[in-house]
């Protein structure tokens, strides 16, 4: 692995643990449902989460036919399919109030991508 890619690794841990952060005020900035909505500092967990996760997403979009070799078509358009719907679910269990469907989801993005990244980050 790259050393760039443990350094995105280590703002996505670094984002997760500000954003899993106990707080006294939950206060929330936007609120997307009774249950749902990011507070201040869970406003700066996911921006840490960010710096992370998009340059992951460029590496893997830049790297997509390197990708599409590797895995083969058909399995690089089930990955990003199983992303594209659990990013989807992601935001409607949030609107919705859902915490069933919205760890579901994560848990398939987070797979999915992860393979997706695994694969872009190995050195050739």
Same mark, same amino acid.
């Given at each position: 692995?790259k050393t760039? @890619?443990? +350094?995105? @690794?280590?703002? !996505?841990?670094?984002? !997760?643990?500000? *954003?899993?952060?106990?707080?006294?005020? $939950? *206060?929330?900035? /936007?609120? @997307?449902?009774e249950t749902?909505?990011?507070?201040?500092?869970? =406003?700066?967990?996911?921006?840490?989460?960010?710096?992370?996760? =998009?340059?992951? +997403?460029?590496? /893997?979009?830049?790297?997509?036919?390197?990708?599409?070799? $590797?895995?083969? $078509?058909?399995?690089?358009?089930?990955?990003?399919?199983?992303?594209?719907?659990?990013?989807?679910? +992601?935001? *409607?269990? *949030?609107?919705?109030?859902?915490?069933? =469907? %919205?760890?579901?989801? /994560? %848990?398939?993005?987070?797979?999915?991508?992860?393979? =997706?990244?695994?694969?872009?980050?190995?050195?050739?």
């Amino acid at each position: 692995m790259k050393t760039i @890619f443990w +350094i995105y @690794f280590a703002l !996505l841990v670094l984002g !997760l643990i500000v *954003l899993a952060w106990p707080e006294e005020n $939950n *206060l929330m900035i /936007v609120q @997307f449902s009774e249950t749902h909505g990011p507070s201040k500092t869970d =406003l700066a967990g996911i921006l840490i989460i960010m710096m992370g996760y =998009l340059p992951m +997403i460029k590496e /893997v979009w830049k790297r997509s036919s390197w990708i599409k070799t $590797n895995l083969g $078509n058909r399995n690089w358009n089930i990955l990003i399919g199983i992303t594209i719907t659990s990013l989807t679910a +992601i935001a *409607l269990s *949030l609107y919705a109030g859902n915490d069933t =469907l %919205l760890w579901i989801s /994560v %848990l398939g993005a987070v797979i999915a991508q992860a393979v =997706l990244v695994r694969v872009a980050y190995t050195r050739t």
